[in-house]
């Protein structure tokens, strides 16, 4: 049996100041890993706290390096996670081309796909229009994403959906959608008048969804959608979040601010600022699974499994199979760097602009030289 063990690890340091040695342990007994609780990020009097930018320890599960197989084996601790199987009427097999990344026609689309253990698509709700209380279940695994789902109950109907699960969100937990309009129980406990104050203390909370106007600025969402009536599109992977950066809105007289235009401004991670509706969809929380960019999967076979086959490098290639094979050393003949298939693969020719791509091929230098031998030749 693989025997883990708990080590304290920081993003981008190999060891933690004096002060998080103090506040965590460097090395429990050896026995399986508990859950536990982050400092911060978590659930404060009903509403969710913002992630803040410093740096925090985290805790890795590592294992006694029995095997070469589990000697750089690195996991994030997920005891949470539900151990049996999916809920199978909101799941499909993934099976035929798709599996080895060819398309309709059986062309190769997504090169190093293939192989891997047998998987289940599981369908989730990234629209959300049923409003009311759901309860979560549990939280699942899902071989499809990094982030992890959950499992919703609709208390009324008793019918079950997955969503994108929270980071902290735990089975028990209840939420809300609130994208196709207020409740009436609600806003008579606002007294029958919208303010935007109390409706965000009552609505805002983590793994609640709502519009994006009903969001107060500055706070951290994901599943976020770009059109009104369409699904979520961004920050739906692992640890992922966007910020609300402002909203067009008017005061009133008695102070109130009310959404006057059809547009909210939101901040990706990349430092991209979006405008997308205000009657698109936000998830209030982050993403699930932030540990997932600190795992480690410590064996080629690993990587099999999920489906993952290897890359080979073009300069390790024969010249009929890449621009850069062939030869005697490691060299890819002083050529620029490109794609199988001739595209230039640096320099920025994926995010330039299109009137700017391949103007490296001619230089200003050698393309007034051309201009001098035509008025010569004049």
């Given at each position: 049996?693989?025997?883990?063990?708990?080590?304290?690890?920081?993003?981008g340091?190999?060891?933690?100041?004096?002060i998080?040695?103090?506040?965590?342990p460097?090395?429990?007994a050896?026995?399986y890993?508990?859950?536990t609780?982050?400092?911060?990020?978590?659930?404060s009097?009903?509403?969710?706290?913002?992630p803040?930018?410093t740096?925090?320890?985290?805790l890795?599960?590592?294992y006694?390096?029995?095997?070469?197989g589990?000697?750089?084996l690195?996991?994030?601790?997920?005891?949470h996670?539900?151990?049996?199987?999916?809920y199978l009427?909101?799941?499909?097999p993934?099976?035929?081309?798709?599996k080895?990344?060819?398309?309709?026609?059986?062309?190769v689309?997504?090169?190093h796909?293939?192989?891997?253990?047998?998987?289940?698509?599981?369908?989730?709700?990234?629209?959300?229009?049923?409003?009311?209380?759901?309860?979560?279940?549990?939280?699942?695994y899902?071989?499809?994403?990094?982030a992890?789902?959950?499992?919703l109950?609709?208390r009324?109907?008793?019918?079950?959906?997955?969503?994108v699960?929270a980071?902290?969100?735990?089975?028990?937990d209840?939420?809300?959608?609130?994208?196709?309009?207020i409740p009436?129980?609600?806003?008579?406990?606002?007294?029958?008048?919208?303010d935007p104050?109390?409706?965000?203390?009552k609505?805002?909370?983590?793994?609640?969804?709502l519009p994006?106007?009903?969001i107060?600025v500055?706070t951290?969402?994901?599943?976020?959608?770009?059109?009104?009536d369409?699904?979520?599109?961004?920050?739906r992977?692992?640890?992922t979040?966007?910020?609300i950066?402002?909203?067009?809105?008017?005061t009133?007289?008695d102070?109130t601010?009310?959404?006057?235009?059809?547009?909210?401004?939101v901040?990706l991670?990349?430092?991209?600022?979006?405008?997308?509706s205000?009657?698109a969809c936000?998830?209030v929380?982050v993403?699930s699974?932030?540990?997932?960019?600190f795992?480690?999967?410590?064996?080629?076979g690993r990587?099999?499994?999920?489906?993952?086959?290897?890359?080979v490098?073009?300069?390790?290639?024969?010249?009929?199979d890449?621009p850069?094979?062939g030869?005697?050393?490691?060299?890819?003949?002083?050529?620029?760097?490109?794609?199988?298939?001739?595209q230039?693969?640096?320099?920025?020719?994926?995010?330039?602009?299109?009137?700017?791509?391949?103007?490296?091929?001619v230089?200003?230098?050698v393309?007034?030289?051309?201009?001098?031998?035509?008025?010569?030749?004049?």
């Open positions: 049996m693989l025997q883990p063990r708990l080590r304290p690890l920081v993003a340091f190999t060891s933690l100041p004096s998080c040695h103090r506040a965590l460097l090395r429990t050896r026995s890993a508990t859950e609780q982050r400092i911060t990020g978590e659930e009097g009903g509403t969710f706290v913002a803040s930018d740096i925090e320890p985290v890795m599960r590592t006694k390096p029995r095997t070469p589990v000697r750089h690195k996991r994030p601790i997920n005891d996670l539900w151990k049996g199987r999916p009427p909101l799941t499909f993934k099976k035929g081309h798709g080895g990344g060819r398309n309709h026609s059986g062309r689309t997504v090169r796909r293939g192989g891997g253990h047998k998987r289940r698509i599981r369908t989730v709700d990234f629209k959300r229009f049923r409003p009311g209380p759901h309860l979560v279940e549990r939280i699942e899902d071989p499809g994403r990094s992890h789902i959950a499992l109950t609709e009324a109907t008793g019918d079950k959906s997955y969503i699960a980071e902290g969100m735990r089975a028990g209840v939420v809300q959608s609130y994208r196709s309009g009436q129980d609600l806003l008579d406990s606002m007294g029958g008048v919208v104050g109390i409706l965000a203390a609505t805002a909370w983590r793994g609640n969804c994006m106007h009903m107060p500055g951290s969402v994901y599943n976020v959608g770009s059109k009104a369409g699904p979520a599109v961004f920050c992977s692992a640890g979040y966007a910020t950066v402002s909203k067009e809105e008017e009133r007289d102070g601010k009310v959404m006057t235009g059809k547009h909210v401004i901040r991670q990349s430092g991209e600022i979006r405008k997308v205000k009657d936000a998830t929380g993403a699974n932030i540990m997932h960019q795992r480690q999967l410590g064996k080629a990587s099999r499994w999920l489906n993952i086959r290897p890359t490098r073009g300069v390790a290639m024969n010249s009929n890449h850069h094979g030869g005697r050393g490691k060299s890819k003949g002083h050529k620029h760097p490109v794609s199988p298939w001739g230039p693969a640096k320099g920025g020719f994926k995010t330039r602009k299109t009137n700017n791509i391949n103007k490296w091929v230089t200003p230098r393309r007034n030289m051309g201009k001098r031998r035509d008025k010569n030749a004049s």
